[in-house]
């Protein structure tokens, strides 16, 4: 009986680590709520590779004509190196992610490969202005986006909305479910929960939780042999 219980429980530990390591990487999105905008950006993977993401973009309210700089013009969005952070500081964010330096080289959206990886609205065109200020969910597929790569990933990066340059909103780009407000981003941090407790930045198990988890495997077959 204990034998049996003891094969079962290390049969389900192996179980999970294989579970985990085939993860797909996960969903990932930006609620943006300030300065009177909202809209969400969700980032789903198209397939296990880590590579090229279904980004789906609901704008609620805000983006008017009438604040719009440039109505004709519409817009511009992407994806910046550095989170807002907690106090959702959009002058915190830095540039655009960029890993294969395109620089300021104009994005032909005919051309997506040639553009900054966080150019969308380059590769994807503006977000333009409605009289209510909300634009109905759409959704598009860029294969150049990147869930792992320490310099590729858009995970814990941010997206900005720009007004004729000027950044008028962000939020940052965290794990679906964790992206609401500060106090649930703070608490999800504080309990380093499973997002964040052993999956390294780009989503994938990092080398460390591996250990872990086989010395945990280790340590249920002693606790196993013991018990025999
Ligand atoms: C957006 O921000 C407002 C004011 O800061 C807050 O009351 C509201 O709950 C937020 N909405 C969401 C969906 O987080
Ligand atoms: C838009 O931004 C450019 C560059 O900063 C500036 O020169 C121009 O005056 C702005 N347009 C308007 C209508 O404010
Ligand atoms: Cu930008």
Redo the contacts with the bound molecule.
Sequence with gaps: MVRNTFILSTLAALGCISMVLAQKPQTLEANVNTSGIKATFTFEPIDDSGDGAKVTINVVEGLTKKFA??PKIGFEYHIHVKPAGPNNDCMATGGHLDPTNVGNAVCDPKTPEKCQEGDLSGKHGNLMPTEDGSIPEFSYVDKFIHFTGEASTITGRSVVIHN??TKIACADILPQGESGSDSQRQSSITAGDSHTNGASADGRLSGNAVWMAMGTVGSGLMAGMMAL
């Design positions: 700089v440039l004729n340059g």
